[in-house]
């Protein structure tokens, strides 16, 4: 009992940090993917108010935690979390080692163009740095051998079109503050392109999904199966709201110019996507199959 309850903890620990880690990158990604597809239809947008310093940071800070409580996981140690010598093995040795040191440089990048404030930059090593998550993920071990990047670059588009759409979230709720008038473009210009992103998110997770469950042998894990279906509930009340907030709330914002319901409704929906990010997080640590 002792030991599982020591085991758990730092398992915890390490899907919150994955959550975490996913979100940051989602704001920088997505944010800066809508900010910069708003400055080419919308003239005289401000720059959005959105923490890109803080968030670049807090996604290199968990990123080197998330290294660190793999490594205890691997050694069979935890308090060798720490140990140089453990976690240099680990990024020479392993697939997921590897995939961090790849990760780590764009994230260092990252935090340069959050500096700098250039968003194309921003969005591009953010992108970069949550895609190649993809190459350890569970869809990349399913695959088939040798052709392990097909599943890999499924996962890759999902997880993107994920973190468009909850970044793109964000963004908007920042953008409340400058009017009605940069609103409503905004609104109608990230519905656009959401709906694209939505029909993605979609069918790759429907790959994702069947690719992990029906491969090799064993039987689906009911634990995973349960959190998927979690998963799987929440985005299909995102896209409810996503449906309800384009054809009955922008058109009343249009109408009337009050906007505190359209609000409330994106504020629920990207805490959804929150929750999704948090299922995400443990769904990584989960077998799928026994």
Known sequence: GDHRERHAGPTRRSSDLRALHFFSLAILFGGALSEVMARKNIPGLDPTPLPWRRAAILALLTALAWLGLT??????????????????MVMTGTRFGMAFLVRGVFLLALIMAAFSGRMRWIAVT???ALAAISLTS??????????????????????????????????????????????????ALFSDRGMIAVLLLVMTGIINALTILLSGPGHPSMIYVTLLCGKIALAVCMIGLAIFNRFRLMP???????????????????????????????????????
């Open 138 to 187: 569970h869809a990349a071990a399913s695959g088939p051998p040798h052709f392990e990047f097909v599943g890999a670059v499924n996962d890759a588009v999902h997880m993107l079109t994920a973190a468009f759409w909850i970044g793109g979230l964000a963004w908007l709720l920042a953008l409340f503050s400058g009017g009605r008038g940069v609103l409503l473009p905004a609104l």
């Open 71 to 88: 490594a205890g996981q691997m050694s069979g140690d935890w308090a060798k979390a720490l140990d140089p010598q453990t976690l240099i």
């Open 126 to 128: 953010a992108g970069v």
């Open 252 to 290: 009343r914002l249009r109408a009337d110019g009050k906007s505190e319901n359209l609000r409330a409704s994106i504020i629920a929906e990207l805490a959804m996507g929150i929750g999704i990010l948090v299922v995400v997080g443990v769904l990584g640590l989960t077998a799928p199959l026994n």
